[in-house]
């Protein structure tokens, strides 16, 4: 009966395993899909030109690792928020025309939204100094 018992248990745990790693696997790829790695590369690419071109290759090599370590943990951080089946449901999206094209666009859209930002600071600097004057 142990056996018949022990024997169940780790079919339990080995199917539970198997599910995590398709959360998971999902889930990375719902944020390359959704271009999350891309805007992490974006934010981190002038980070190399602060490197000695004779470093550069082992610094990008050392820094993809670190992306991969980040977006380890982002998953993490996704799965404990979001069902498996949320994620197959923005996979669908992000597969889908507008998805897509929503993806292809976030580069253009992260230039412009720091111009954006960056305008909105300078506005809201008059706005502090109204207010800070005694």
Do not use: C
């Amino acid at each position: 009966m142990k056996k018949v018992a022990l024997t169940f248990i780790l079919f339990i745990a080995a199917q539970f395993a198997f599910a995590q790693d398709a959360f998971k696997t999902d889930m990375k790829k719902y944020m390359e899909l959704s271009g999350q790695l891309n805007t992490f590369e974006m934010l981190t690419k002038e980070l190399e030109t602060n490197i000695p071109e004779a470093k550069r290759a082992e610094f990008n090599k050392e820094l993809k690792s670190s992306l991969n370590v980040l977006m380890d943990k982002m998953a993490d951080m996704y799965m404990s928020e979001f069902t498996h089946e949320d994620v197959k449901e923005m996979i669908k999206f992000y597969e889908s025309p507008v998805g897509k094209k929503l993806n292809e666009k976030s580069a253009i859209l992260f230039e412009k939204g720091q111009q954006v930002g960056q305008e909105w600071a300078m506005g809201l600097q008059g706005v502090m100094m109204k207010y800070m004057e005694e």
